[in-house]
């Protein structure tokens, strides 16, 4: 198992990169089977406002999966002891749900949200954006269903989870609704995501934004 340390406003010296070791091998010790790489990513915020200041974020790629998990506190090796139980209970529930697939021809998902589509996203207001771009990511997309998309989006511990939807090879966007279950941001171009009977698109879940994302990622 590879396992990567990196850090952020601190000096990742030899106990801490021990300590790292130490604690999120022994989180991941009864998966490495499924389990290809670990980046660690430990981190002190400068800002005296920001409180807890030190934090510690593990991602774990697992057989074309991200497994997330990420904590903050005032004491760093405090910070490693919760995001590796954190990251320890992710893989598990991975895990059984890997199985459980195994028993299950198919994969219902519940909670996915059909309502009307929301044409105007902005409004009256001005869009936005961040003065500068702080962090940029790339990572494989392929192809999958909605409900292989929320399962992503509860391993990463993030409110939403963008994926390449399998039925239309289109960009799609799971997230966490603010009063329960989830719901599909869509593209409505094309003649395949016009509304039809019940203001359903093609694939039947209609997207219902409601509230800002911030990139997490």
């Known amino acids: 198992m590879k396992l990567v340390i990196h850090g952020k406003n601190i000096e990742i010296t030899d106990a801490i990169r021990d300590y790292v070791h130490q604690k999120i091998e022994k989180a991941a010790n009864h998966y490495q089977n499924i389990t290809n790489e670990v980046d660690v990513h430990l981190s002190v915020a400068r800002n005296p406002r920001i409180n807890p ?11 074309g999966s991200v497994i997330r998990a990420e904590e903050s506190s005032e ?11 954190k990251i320890a209970r992710r ?4 895990k059984e749900r890997r199985q459980e697939k195994k028993t299950h021809a198919q994969t219902t998902i519940e909670g996915v949200v059909q309502e009307s589509v929301v044409t105007d996203l902005i409004g009256d207001r001005t869009p936005e954006l961040p003065e500068e771009v702080v962090r940029c990511k790339y990572f494989a997309m392929p192809p999958m269903t909605v409900a292989d998309a929320l399962e992503q ?5 993030h409110d939403f989870y963008m994926f390449r939807n399998v039925d239309t090879g289109e960009i799609n966007v799971i997230y966490e609704r603010n009063h329960g279950g989830y719901g599909v941001i869509q593209p409505r171009n094309g003649n395949n995501h016009t509304n039809g009977k019940n203001g359903k698109t093609a694939n039947g879940y209609i997207p219902m934004p409601e509230k800002s994302f911030q990139n997490k990622v």
Do not use: C, F
């Open 53 to 63: 200041k030190q934090s510690a974020e593990v991602t774990i790629y697992a057989n």
């Open 75 to 85: 004491n760093l090796y405090a910070s490693i002891d919760l995001v590796a139980d």
């Open 91 to 94: 893989l598990r529930k991975y």
């Open 153 to 157: 989006l509860q391993l990463v511990g």
